[in-house]
């Protein structure tokens, strides 16, 4: 079986990225003891065939995004493959994050505004490092088109933002895992981390699904029900982003320019693996 240029060595790349920069760098830290904190534990990786027709049911559908959702040859037409990237948090992030269930830890705090930051170059130097190696590629969360504009054109000013592009539901099509009540998702790590995902005309045979329903690793134990400060989950109707924003919105008036909340990823059956079902 083919699985791709030899020469490409995604895993082995994006490993070392992290390995040298997941760190909380001293100039970042919101005091002393925070200095050098490891963020994430060693990613995962998924590939999904470009054309696979999951995105283009995710196009026909508006609850995968508000706006329509841009199949990955809408971003360039001989896109061939889409790697999903999960970093899982680290334990002592999840840890910490799991001692008081009322606000996010300083750790979660960094590890959602800095390591995302991480992850975000991280990415760009994933594209850098394929490119390099003469093939195409461009990460969704670092173009300009990831944003569309909802509303007229004579009604700019009042009109939403939303994205087109969902890594969740990209890295259910790469093999990664599943959603759970949260809306998060549930992958062989766990669920307490964060995505990205690239575009390419390299190729690199698929990761097999070994699921098939979109909640099929959830067990529906209503634990991150149980937890939730903002009682934005219910098992009728899962996450509701509204109450879910409403807290955000207080934990960043408290700790500003940092937000986060993340209590439903920690302290579940889900937070370092697949759950017994």
Wanted: glycine residues 6%; contains cysteine.
């Amino acid at each position: 079986m083919i699985i791709g240029d030899y020469k490409v060595n995604i895993e082995e790349f994006i490993n070392d990225y992290i390995k040298k920069h997941g760190f909380v760098s001293k100039d970042k830290a919101i005091n002393q003891e925070m200095i050098n904190l490891e963020m994430f534990d060693e990613p995962i990786v998924g590939y999904a065939d470009a054309k696979d027709r999951l995105f283009y049911d995710y196009a026909e559908k508006k609850e995968v995004t508000q706006n329509k959702f841009m199949v990955p040859t809408d971003w360039f037409p001989d896109a061939k493959t889409v790697i999903s990237v999960f970093f899982p948090f680290s334990q002592s992030v999840k840890k910490s994050n799991s001692e008081n269930m009322d606000a996010p830890s300083l750790e979660w705090l960094h590890s959602r505004i800095e390591g995302q930051a991480i992850i975000k170059d991280c990415t760009k130097a994933l594209v850098d490092y394929i490119n390099s190696k003469g093939y195409k590629t461009l990460a969704p969360c670092l173009d300009n088109r990831i944003y569309a504009q909802l509303g007229s054109e004579n009604n700019k000013q009042n009109s939403a933002f939303t994205s087109n592009w969902s890594d969740r539901h990209v890295a259910f099509a790469a093999g990664l895992g599943t959603f759970g009540l949260s809306k998060g998702l549930i992958t062989k790590k766990g669920v307490a981390g964060r995505f990205t995902s690239v575009i390419t005309n390299y190729y690199h045979t698929p990761t097999e699904r070994d699921y098939s329903d979109i909640y099929e690793y959830c067990n529906m134990c209503g634990k991150c029900i149980r937890n939730c400060p903002a009682s934005a989950i219910t098992k009728e109707n899962g996450k509701q982003h509204y109450p879910c924003k409403l807290f955000l919105n207080k934990v960043l008036e408290i700790n500003k320019p940092r937000y986060g909340c993340g209590k439903c990823q920690v302290s579940v059956p889900c937070q370092d693996r697949i759950p017994v079902r």
